[in-house]
């Protein structure tokens, strides 16, 4: 199976030293955990890539300035890994960090500038025109970084749903897609107000989508919802350490009782399980490097991997499916990573 790592380059990226490629094609092996490098495609800082439901095409927005105009590209994945460009569009939005793919449109967040960018998606999976700008306002109580609203995260809730998990203002918000006019439309009616100051940052669910988890960057919190019939509702919050936090990125098991998230103050990955409407501490593990910006779980739910930004690696730990342990396996060294993509098998 392949994924896909996005790496910093340019040395206005969130990275004291970027080196990275761009994106990088990765081959790996579910049965001992390998990681073979295929090939790289260089685009400026490209950010959560998004390979779409088909398999077969990757979206990558440049997180860097407005000013150095961003781009936002369409890739063909070939049979062996490898990017081809198809086309790319201007991103009207500073440090565009991730991405969604909804009702033939695709969806951007911007940090920087505290906009949603929504372009259409032609029949052959081409970047159209800009359709749709969604600008979020507000600030909130950390005087520095959150002076200003800071969209992180565009989540697919359903094919007509999606949350933009914004940290500046501590909100998920909802948006509905409205068929006839072709727009997302704000659905305040499922909005979510996270603890204040706590840096609402990423958020997943099961596959049942009967519960949410949120991790708050600044606070280092992790926030558990479940679903009602009206919207979701926080059943446990639960801390990573003391302190000023870094905390990044939050993943559910397929299972649906595991949860991981990323912390790049202590450099570990903490462990989490479901239980009685709680979140329960299974361990804190080493997440092999210095920074670990992004953690993502394979398709067979046997592997998790964690991009160690400042590390220059990407390591692989086995999960224990019975325990939710992680144990390290190995790593492969990859310049700067930022983030994986997975191209899910049998697409």
């Known amino acids: 199976m392949y994924f896909f790592a996005g790496s910093y380059t340019e040395t206005d990226a969130p990275a004291p030293a970027p080196k990275g490629l761009g994106i ?32 077969m095409f990757l979206y990558a927005a ?144 099961d596959l049942k989508k009967e519960w949410m988890v949120l991790i708050g960057e600044l606070s280092g919190e992790v926030f558990l919802y479940r679903k009602t019939k009206t919207g979701f509702e926080c059943m446990d919050t639960v801390s990573t350490g003391k302190g000023e936090m870094t905390a990044a990125a939050i993943r559910v098991h397929a299972n649906g009782r595991f949860i991981y998230c990323s912390e790049r103050t202590t450099n570990c990955i903490y462990a989490f399980k479901i239980s009685a409407n709680k979140l329960q501490s299974i361990g804190v593990f080493p997440s092999g490097g210095k920074t670990p910006r992004d953690i993502a779980i394979d398709p067979t739910g046997k592997w998790l991997l964690s991009a160690n930004q400042n590390g220059n690696t990407i390591a692989v730990f086995s999960i224990d499916q019975l325990t939710g342990e992680l144990r390290f396996s190995g790593e492969c060294s990859i310049p700067t990573p930022s983030c994986i993509c997975w191209r899910h098998p049998g697409t």
């Open 62 to 205: 440049e997180e860097i300035l407005l000013s150095e105009k961003p781009r936002l590209v369409a890739y063909k994945i070939l049979e062996d890994g490898r990017l081809a460009t198809i086309n790319a569009a201007a991103l009207p939005g500073s440090y565009g960090c991730h991405l969604a793919i909804a009702n033939q449109t695709l969806l951007v967040a911007n940090y920087g500038s505290g906009n949603i960018s929504v372009y259409s998606l032609d029949e052959d999976h081409q970047i159209g025109p800009l359709i749709q700008n969604i600008q979020h306002t507000g600030s909130g109580i950390h005087k520095e970084r959150q002076e200003a609203s800071h969209p992180h995260m565009v989540y697919l809730l359903n094919d007509q749903t999606v949350y933009c998990v914004d940290l500046g203002i501590d909100m998920a918000k909802a948006y509905h897609f409205e068929v006839d006019a072709k727009k997302w439309k704000p659905l305040p009616s499922l909005d979510i107000q996270v603890k204040q100051g706590a840096g609402a940052r990423h958020m997943d669910m």
């Open 24 to 55: 990088v094609s990765c081959s790996f092996d579910p049965g001992d955990g390998s990681i073979r490098i295929i090939d790289s495609q260089f685009q400026r800082n490209p950010a959560y890539p998004i390979v779409s439901a088909n398999g």
